[in-house]
Structure formats: C-alpha cells, structure tokens
C-alpha cells in the first residue's frame, strides 16, 4: 500500500455493564480513565510521552464535552498533549484508530492513545418542544400575573412525557427509522427467520461464556466503583441462553409481524476500550511488543434504511485491493448490532444478485465459515457501549489471533445512518517488527 506500518502495541477495556433502566455506576469519562489508566500503567513510557490522544464517544454528558481532552488530563498527560473526541456514531472507537493512523502515517504523530467510549444508561430524558416553549414562557414572564397565566396552562401529561434520549438517538432522522427496524429491513429482504436469528444468539452467548472460561478476555480490566464494588466481567453474558427462552420474547420492533427482539438484538450498555498505536520509530526507541499492525482500513456508504450491511460494503474494497477472498481471512470480527445483521451480511457475500448490483462484481464472493465469525461471542452477549465498540472488536480481533496463531482478520462494523467500516490487522513476527515492515 505504500504506507508505513501502524502497530497496536497493547490494549485494554473495560468490561460492558448491561443498562438496567437507570443511570450504571460509572459515568463515561470514569470509564475511559479506568481502563487507560490500567493500560497506561504497563507501558515503559510515561502518559506525557504521547503525542496525542484520540477518544469517540457518541453520548457524552453535557459536563464532558470533548471527553477526549478531559480523560486525557486525569490520565495525567499534561497539558502539553492534544487531545479530541470523534464521532461516526457506531464506529466511532475505530474512526479514532483510524485518525491516529493517519496522522502516524503522515508522520504527525508517533505514539497514540486511541479508543472508544460511551456510558448509555446515562443518556439523558429530554423535555418535549411544548414543555420547553413553555419554560420559556415562563422565563419571559415579569409580572406575577403573567407567570400565574403561564403556570395555569401548564398540562401535568406534557410534564410527565419526556423524550427518551437514547430512543431518538438510535432513530434514522433521514429515513425515519429506529436500527431495529433497518434490522427487520434485512430479514425480510434476505428471508432470513426468527429461528435462525435466536439460533444465532444463542451461540454468541455459548462463544462468549466459553471464552470467558478458557481466559481468552485477557484484555479486560476489572472496574471500581465508589463504594469499592469490583467489576469483573461483562455482566450481559448468559450461560442460560436457549432458545426456549428466547422464544418467549416478543418482536419489539415491529410487534405485529417482526422478527427482532431484545434477544436476538445488541445490549445497551456502558463501556470503554482503548488501543495504543504506534509507528516503527516508536516502536524501536521504546523497545516495544506490538500485538500486530493495522494493514488497511475502509469507509463505506449505503441505504440509511439497509445500514446493517455496511460492512459488506467497507470490507469488500479492502479485500479487492489485497486480492483476497472471505476465506483467507483466518478470523472475523463482525460487530453484532442484531443477528439479523450479521446474518444479512452473510448473505449478501453469498448472494450473486446483491454482489453484482451493489459491490460490481461478478458474483457471490462466498461464505464465511461460522468457526471463523466472532468466535468468542460479540454484542449480542457482550454488549454495544456504541462508542467503544469498533475499538473493542479490534483489539479482540488481535487477541483472538494470537490465541489462534493466525495471521489475517478483518473487524467490521455497521453504522447508523447508512455507512460501513472495517480494518485489516495482521498479526507480526518479532523480526518484522525490527525491520519495521508490515
């Protein structure tokens, strides 16, 4: 490609505590600091040696705007080092990485702190715009007669209905849509059924508890809140997936005639996950042990009402210019916003159709074998602090290929509003790393 190589030289992520209906424990920024601070702390050099810090959040609070500049400072960076936030909604912990990338490309930057990160339960409720022209009545109201006026025409129901933040946030402003219901769009086109999306389910929780129990989550660090409670693991996880129990949830999206529900679909929770990435140079003054290099990276559009097939369309290119098909790539890591996702995008690649009408080939490109997808579970199980997640499934990517003693993945993930992104890691031998060759 011409570029020089960018590694990842370790990582770390918090575990992803499912959101329970009421604000979790640690805010956004108290995430983000826990796990860098656990990752920052192994390192040989001090967090004031990095040349800049790269966070995507999609929800911060509004007391950490531009959250990347202010964990950067209570990660004890100093003030010399920029810092800044993303946002490419779902894809916004791998629009960091790749901006780091970037800039280390370029020669800008050398060493860099890139990740993800978002705290979902806090996601705020909102006045509706009537009770808000109200308040503003109210404000400009001098005389006490105007304000007894104004408070008169209050309605206790327009007080008592406030807008779930996080609900309009996962709505398509442009199509109208909530991503559950572009979900549904796929099933339908694909034809893909209830089974099949809660028989994937099933197996992403089975993968994930397995993993868990093997010790193959070694990139977690445990979380502490306040009261000293230890947060050990991702709390989402259910040994006790089945699929009879799946079967007694209802489709939320579409209750009449659907086929997606909270089973079968990614959890809301909180979360954060951090990557530190690194040139050649960095890595000799510093004597470092890359996990393995970022090889190539994609960015994709499409349908806003079809957006859970943006990683078809971002890692398609990647494998055209690499001259690879879906079977060499050794391990997968497709972020799982909904089974019907994942399964759509599966069936696209196999699709003759799809693949010559919108990627221009020739035919299907093929099938990814399921020992080779997400093997140790992924959002459905794990969980979708949507901020975080393109960094997790990349820093997972390069574990599970080292565990695997494979060489080549690829970490895709679907984006709200119609995009795709996707990365190409290939793990290094110690001699590639001192030629600085990728």
């Not at 996080?166 to 559950?180: H, I, Q, R, Y």
């Amino acid at each position: 490609m011409g570029c020089q190589p960018v590694y990842v030289v370790d990582g770390a992520r918090t575990p992803f505590l499912k959101g329970r209906n009421a604000p979790g424990p640690f805010s956004a920024s108290d995430l983000a600091v826990q796990a860098g601070r656990a990752l920052l702390i192994r390192q040989p050099f001090l967090p004031t040696d990095l040349d800049e810090v790269i966070l995507g959040c999609v929800s911060p609070s509004p007391d950490e705007v531009n959250i990347g500049r202010l964990v950067a400072l209570r990660l004890g960076c100093g003030h010399q080092v920029p810092a800044w936030t993303v946002m490419r909604n779902c894809a916004s912990g791998m629009q960091a990485i790749d901006s780091a990338m970037a800039n280390i490309q370029n020669g800008r930057s050398h060493l860099v702190l890139a990740g993800g990160v978002d705290a979902l339960s806090h996601a705020p409720l909102l006045y509706n715009e009537t009770m808000v022209r109200w308040f503003a009545q109210m404000m400009q109201a001098r005389a006490l007669s105007q304000k007894i006026g104004v408070f008169t025409r209050l309605r206790l129901s327009q007080a008592l209905s406030p807008v779930i933040g996080l609900l309009k946030g996962l709505t398509d402003p442009v199509v109208g849509l909530l991503m559950g219901q572009t979900a549904e769009n796929l099933a339908w086109r694909f034809g893909i059924s209830r089974q099949q999306m809660d028989e994937y389910s099933v197996r992403s929780h089975q993968r994930a508890v397995a993993a868990r129990t093997a010790g193959y989550l070694g990139e977690i660090v445990p979380l502490v809140d306040g009261k000293g409670k230890v947060y050990n693991d991702d709390d989402g996880v259910r040994a006790d997936s089945s699929m009879a129990g799946l079967a007694r949830l209802k489709p939320f999206f579409d209750r009449r005639y659907g086929r997606v529900t909270p089973g079968n679909s990614s959890q809301i929770s909180d979360g954060a996950a951090w990557l530190l990435l690194a040139s050649a140079a960095a890595v000799e003054e510093w004597q470092l042990e890359p996990l393995g290099a970022i090889i190539d990276s994609q960015w994709a559009g499409l349908d806003p009402a079809q957006m859970g097939l943006g990683p078809v369309h971002a890692a398609t290119p990647i494998l055209q210019r690499h001259q690879l098909g879906l079977a060499d790539i050794d391990l997968w890591e497709i972020n799982e916003a909904f089974a019907a996702q994942v399964l759509g995008c599966l069936a696209a690649w196999e699709s003759d159709d799809y693949c010559r009408e919108q990627l221009g080939l020739p035919g299907a490109l093929g099938q990814i074998a399921p020992e080779r997808l997400n093997i140790d579970g992924s959002a459905i199980a794990i969980g979708h602090p949507v901020g975080a997640s393109g960094a997790r499934i990349v820093l997972h990517l390069l574990q599970a290929l080292r565990i695997a003693r494979a060489k080549r993945g690829i970490a895709a993930i679907c984006i709200g509003g119609g995009q795709g992104g996707a990365m190409l890691l290939e793990t290094l031998d110690p001699a590639q790393v001192r030629r600085g060759t990728s």
